[in-house]
């Protein structure tokens, strides 16, 4: 993974493709594939979490989503959730 949440193979750095083996080398990228989907749902569950006044939650998922495949919208999306687990704590 590259830093602006581009998906690489983790061997040869070829750009990810969505497909479960690298354009380029053949490596094997469902793990990698896993990951990211993984990341997705946490994101999801974030925004849901959000949304039923959860800011605790919200921010733990985004932690552990921006722990397994960063991106810049899961960053900011971590800043709006530490934002309002701050709030929700101040009250």
Do not use: K
Request: glycine share 8%.
């Amino acid at each position: 993974m590259s830093g602006n949440g581009v998906l690489c193979c983790p061997v040869c750095q070829a750009r990810f493709r969505v497909a479960a083996e690298c354009s380029r080398c053949g490596a094997d990228l469902t793990a990698l594939m896993l990951l990211a989907a993984h990341a997705y749902v946490l994101r999801q569950s974030a925004r849901q979490s959000l949304g039923l006044g959860d800011a605790h939650s919200a921010l733990a998922s985004t932690r552990v989503a921006q722990g397994l495949h960063s991106t810049p919208e899961g960053r900011l999306l971590q800043i709006v959730c530490t934002a309002a687990s701050l709030v929700m704590s101040a009250a």
